[in-house]
């Protein structure tokens, strides 16, 4: 294998492509605390996107059978046959320790702690309730919410300040529709990797519907934000109004269409309004 081939392996082995935002995420709730740049700040985010690159790398050999049998995942590193289990856990092992490191280095003890149990909330909470309830993204989308808790204390916040608790809660509500947009684009494939999924429970128009009021209730916690002091600009939180009054009508196409072209713009809409929001945030720290 070529050391480019062996790089994208070790990054879809890592989910690169969820760790990167994840680790945005980290650095909003630093620079949230901190308002500054600085290199901890960068042994932060760094050692966050490593940790998420080997909860994900656990979580492939914890479900590389199931993603054998779904078309989304069986071109996955392990079911590929592109890495074998031995080595994915070594690399595991690596970005874990890698990443401990490096949190320790740039934050604190407790931002330590904090990243230690959302492995073991995503890993060994998580994943194995996935099997067993439909419901099992609820507790998942606490997943969402640690790192920019862990990014807030690393630079020196308390994990109970107002401004975290409320950003914290933001990205957890958030989390459940994104789950459920994804579960109406590939519940199908879910169901072929043996994963209880809401079409079990609820018909396909009940989801839409429940899934419109999480999205709604994400732009309501979203719009309380400057309440908290999360936000202080008046360009900023003009601006936040603004980006809100645009996702809110596109919302509400989930109560008209079903068609997989629909569930996939509003998908990639909210992934863009929690960017959005997100890099609200960082500069408005930095202003400050």
Not at 60 to 65: A, F, N, V, Y
Request: proline share 4%.
């Amino acid at each position: 294998m070529s050391i480019s081939s062996k790089i994208s392996t070790l990054a879809e082995l890592g989910k690169a492509k969820i760790a990167t935002p994840i680790a945005f995420s980290c650095l909003t709730g630093f620079l949230l605390y901190s308002q500054e740049f600085s290199m901890n700040l960068f042994y932060v985010v760094i050692g966050i996107f490593l940790i998420v690159a080997g909860a994900s790398a656990l979580n492939h050999i914890q479900e590389h059978k199931k993603d054998a049998l779904m078309n989304r995942t069986k071109f996955r590193p392990i079911p590929s046959g592109k890495i074998s289990i031995s080595e994915a856990v070594k690399w595991a092992v690596f970005f874990l320790l890698s990443g401990c490191g490096l949190l320790i280095l740039g934050g604190s003890a407790e931002s330590l702690w904090i990243s230690i149990f959302s492995i073991f909330w995503y890993n060994l909470v998580y994943t194995p309730l996935k099997q067993h309830s439909a419901f099992a993204v609820v507790p998942g989308a606490l997943s969402g919410a640690f790192p920019p808790v862990i990014g807030y204390v690393a630079a020196g916040g308390h994990m109970f300040d107002f401004p975290i608790l409320a950003l914290g809660f933001f990205f957890f509500i958030g989390q459940i529709p994104h789950f459920w947009l994804l579960l109406l684009l590939y519940g199908e494939d879910y169901k072929k990797g043996g994963f209880k999924v809401l079409t079990d429970v609820f018909s396909v128009k009940q989801i839409h519907n429940i899934t419109l009021i999480w999205m709604l209730a994400t732009i309501m916690v979203a719009l309380l934000l400057p309440v908290f002091d999360v936000l202080s600009s008046k360009i900023i939180i003009w601006s936040l109004l603004a980006i809100s009054l645009w996702i809110i009508p596109n919302s509400f196409i989930l109560l008209k269409n079903y068609d997989r072209i629909t569930v996939r713009k509003l998908f990639l809409r909210l992934n863009l309004y929690f960017l959005i929001i997100m890099i609200m945030i960082s500069i408005d720290s930095l202003l400050v």
